[in-house]
C-alpha cells in the first residue's frame, strides 16, 4: 500500500448524471404477485431446485442449493406456494431462457426461523465462509462471482488489504452511493466479518470524490466505532473521479500502485477487493441471518418520473418496478440493464430483477452506437482511452478477420468491455462487440478442442486396451500350449517309462 494515489493509462472523464436518482432516500418496491427466479445469477454452475411444484416456502427459505464448488444457495424472496419449476426467460443479452423457479406470494412475507450470530469469532474462518455460501451472497457490483470463494486465501496467499469498493464509476448508477449514505453501519459490520476470514488488517474503503455526502458518512460512522478491535487500520480513501476507476485492476492499480498480473487475480500481489453492497449483505448474513433475498437498484433515465434507488426483492418483474418509478416507455421500447458503458439493451420488461441487476436505464442511449459504423481512421483514439494498454484497432481487425490466434497475441482477454474505446470512436466502431464475438468464439475453439482431446484420449485408451487384450490373449494362449505340451511330454515320458519297465 503505497501512501500516494497511483493511476492508470486510459480513461475517460464522463458526465456522471447521478444526481437525479439521489434525490430521495431508498424506497422499497411492493410484493409482486409472482417472482421469478432464475437458477444461474452467479458466475459458475446453476443452484440446483430443492423444492417441487406445490410446495410451500417461506421467506429466506433455500429453494436451491449449490451444486459443485463455484455455486451458491438460492432462497425465497418471500412465503407462497411454488407454481412453476421450467424455462423461462432471463435478462441476458442473448435473449436465452433459464431454468427458473417460480413462486406465487402469500402476502403475507412470512420468515422463516432466522438464525443470527452475535459474536461471528466464536466462529472458523471455514464456517463463516460456509454461512456465506449457504446465504447466497455473490458481488453485487455486477459480475456475481460467489462471494465465499473471494474470502478464502487458502493456504499459498497471504492478504495484505482489503477493498471495498465503493467508486461506482459508470454514469447515472447510484445505488452503491445510497447503501453508502443510508446504511453505513451494515458496511462496516460486513468489513470486520470480511477481515476475521481473511485474517487481514488493513482495510480501505475506497470512494470516488463526485460523491462527498457517502465520504462524509462512511467516515462519521468509522470515527464512531475506531474503538472496534476488528475495525483498527480501516479508513476511507478518497480518489479522483475517472471511469473505469470502478473496474477491480484499475482500482487496485490507484490505490495500491500495484498491477495485476494479466491473467492473475488480486490475491496473488495479496489483495482481495468487494463492492460495498456485498459486504451489507455478508454483514445482514451473519449477524442477523439475513440471506440474499433483494438488492438495490437505481432506476433512472428521461423517461421515469420518480427515479430513485430502490430495495427489490429478487424475481420482481421488471415492468413492476418501472410502474412504481412511474416510468413512461413505449410498448417495445429497449431499456439499458446496467449503465450505459457496459451495460445492454432488453425490449422485454417481463424480466425478473437478479443479483446482478444494479440499474435500470429508461430514455438513455447506449454508449455502443446503433448507427452504421463508418471505416476506421487509424486515428488511435482507442488506444489512448484503453486503461489496460491495448491496441483495439489491431484487435478489432483481427476479430473483424476472425483471426483467433492473432487476438490471443494481442492480449484479447486482457480486454475488462469497459467500452471506452468504442466511446471515443469517430467512426461509431462497436469495438466492444467484436471483442466479445472474438472471446466467445476462442472459448467455443477451446471447448471443442477440449472435446476432441477427451475424444482422442478415450480412442487412444481404447486402443491401449484392446492391444493389451490381445497380448494377455496371446500370453494366455502361449501358457495352455506349454501347458498341453508340458502335459503331452510327461505323459509320453511317463509312457516310456512303463515300456522300459515292461521290457526289463
Sequence with gaps: MTDELSSFPGGLILDGQKKRSTQTEIRKTPLSKKLTLPLQQHIGTPSAPIVKVGDKVLKGQKIARADGHLSV???????????????????????????????????????????????????????????????????????????????????????????????????????????????????????????????????VIVIEDNKPEAISIMKQALEERKECHHLKETQVVV?????????????????????????????????????????YAIGRAIKYGEPLISRIVTVTGTDVKHAGNFETLFGTPMHELLAFCDTHREQGEPFILGGPMMGYNLSGDHLPVTKTANCILVGVDNAAPDSTPLPCIRCGECATACPVSLLPQQLYW?????????????????????????????????????????????????????KADIARQRHENRLTRHELEKR????????????????????????????????N
Excluded at 107 to 134: A, M
Excluded at 473 to 481: A, D, L, N, S, T
Excluded at 482 to 494: F, I, N
Aim: hydrophobic share 35%; aromatic share 6%; proline share 5%.
Design 398 to 450: 483481427f476479430s473483424r478477420a476472425k483471426d483467433l490466434e492473432k487476438t490471443r497475441e494481442y492480449n484479447l482477454f486482457d480486454c475488462i468491455e469497459c467500452g471506452c474505446c468504442s466511446y471515443v470512436c469517430p467512426s461509431k466502431i462497436p469495438l466492444v462487440h467484436y471483442f466479445r464475438f472474438a472471446k466467445t468464439e476462442t472459448m467455443n475453439q477451446e471447448q471443442e478442442h477440449q
Design 73 to 203: 444457495y438460492l432462497h425465497a424472496p418471500s412465503s407462497g406456494t411454488v407454481i412453476a419449476i421450467d424455462d423461462q426467460a432471463i435478462p441476458h443479452p442473448s435473449g436465452l431462457s433459464g431454468l427458473c423457479i417460480t413462486i406465487e406470494t402469500d402476502g403475507k412475507d412470512t420468515w422463516i426461523e432466522r438464525q443470527p450470530i452475535e459474536d461471528f469469532t466464536t466462529l472458523t474462518e471455514h464456517e463463516v465462509r460456509q454461512l456465506l455460501r449457504e446465504a447466497g451472497i455473490v458481488g453485487l457490483g455486477g459480475a456475481g462471482f460467489p462471494s465465499f470463494i473471494k474470502l478464502n486465501p487458502g493456504v499459498h496467499h497471504a492478504v495484505e488489504t482489503l477493498i471495498i469498493n465503493g467508486v461506482e464509476c459508470e454514469p447515472y448508477i447510484t445505488c452503491d452511493d445510497m447503501i453508502m449514505r443510508e446504511r453505513a453501519n451494515g458496511i462496516l459490520d460486513g468489513i470486520q466479518i470480511m477481515k476475521y476470514a481473511l485474517r487481514v488488517k488493513r482495510c
Design 472 to 503: 494377455e490373449k496371446e500370453e494366455r494362449q502361449r501358457q495352455r500350449k506349454a501347458a498341453l505340451a508340458a502335459t503331452k511330454a510327461a505323459k509320453e515320458k511317463e509312457a516310456l517309462s512303463q515300456t522300459d519297465n515292461q521290457e
Design 239 to 279: 480518489i479522483p473521479t475517472r471511469y473505469p476507476t470502478g473496474s477491480e485492476k484499475q482500482l487496485i492499480q490507484v490505490v495500491t500502485g500495484k498491477q495485476v498480473p494479466g491473467n492473475g487475480i488480486p490475491i496473488e500481489i495479496g489483495i482481495v477487493c468487494h463492492n460495498v453492497g456485498t459486504t
